[in-house]
């Protein structure tokens, strides 16, 4: 009888077959954070996304890249918004006062709600409904990516959900300086309706930009205290998914035992009550918070936070079927439209009542 191959040999062989898939992988992120550099209403995780979109529709995408592009996308995004906590410093959001944090937590919760609620009406699945709320009202593709993991999204709705956060935050940068200039709102009042209002964080400097560098700052505080919201929402979508596991699994029970209603399959083991990655991302915002990180060290987890949810996206972005996607995209549409206007309209009435 042979013998089995040893473990070097094993580890070899895993590599040479995960290395053209990589080198891909590698190239791709390099393009987007180069692209995504060069202007700023499209970020690296979205260009990352698009390109792996066209490597898995053309015949570039060969069986022997696949492994090597695919394997790792969760842990990579998981990974990628443990390291976001670095861009957080809790003593920034608190200076922000108790009246902006309350309005801060306010529209994020009625965004998601609401969001959730037409995505549901409207036709998406519940995971795709989630995705949806998570991204329009915490800090789009980057909460898309945490909360993909939590609720079992596919690909498809992935990407239907990072198109919209990313085309309908682009049609903000346009819009929303045109109505601060009617509104006549002054510099502080635009760069917390902009911080407020925005999907993603690069698109918020682009529009908070645009009235000056105090609009600037405030919104970007601002926004980071949306995107600390990413931590809860997580951990009560985790629970949200637990409690349906549970039932499923009692009907399942039922079914088998004849009581009730016919079988309905179990859902395997629950996630855990708060994700793993959701105590990493706050462990990163505590150490932030302490500022005993030189900048040095905070510059690199950026570029290092980038490189890993670009990757992710990329391998997203691989197993995309865009003849199923461009079917379901009008409904994704039409919640990402609804969903912009009420977050828009609701923070800009926050802010005017604001002393």
Sequence with gaps: ??????????????????????????????????????????????????????????????????????????????????????????????????????????????????????????????????????????????????????????????????????????????????????????????????GLAVHEVAQVVAVAGTAGAAALAVATVVKLGRVLMLAPVAALASLGERRRAAVLAGADRRGRSGAGSPGVPATGARPPVVPLFVLGFLVMVAVRSLGILPEAALELGRTVTTVLLAAGMFGLGAGIDVRRLLRTGGRFAVVGALSTVLLAGGSLLGVLLLP
């Design 1 to 194: 009888m042979p013998s089995p191959p040893a473990r070097p040999d094993l580890l070899r062989a895993r590599t040479r077959s995960l290395a053209p898939g990589l080198t891909v992988v590698a190239a791709g992120v390099a393009v987007a954070v180069w692209v995504g550099s060069l202007q700023s209403v499209l970020g690296p995780l979205v260009i990352a996304l698009v390109l792996g979109v066209l490597l898995a529709n053309s015949p570039l995408y060969t069986p022997s890249l696949r492994p090597g592009v695919t394997t790792g996308t969760k842990k990579l995004l998981r990974a990628g918004v443990v390291l976001l906590g670095l861009q957080l410093a809790l003593p920034d959001i608190v200076a922000l006062g108790l009246p902006v944090l309350g309005l801060i937590v306010a529209c994020v919760a009625l965004s998601y709600v609401l969001t959730l609620q037409l995505g549901l009406r409207l036709g998406l699945t519940r995971a795709g409904a989630t995705l949806m709320a998570a991204g329009f009202s915490i800090c789009g593709a980057s909460a898309i990516a945490g909360l993909q993991g939590v609720v079992k999204a596919d690909d498809d709705e992935t990407a239907g959900a990072v198109a919209m956060v990313t085309l309908y935050g682009s049609l903000m940068i346009v819009v929303l300086p045109v109505l601060g200039g009617l509104l006549g709102l002054s510099e502080d009042r635009f760069g917390m309706w902009a």
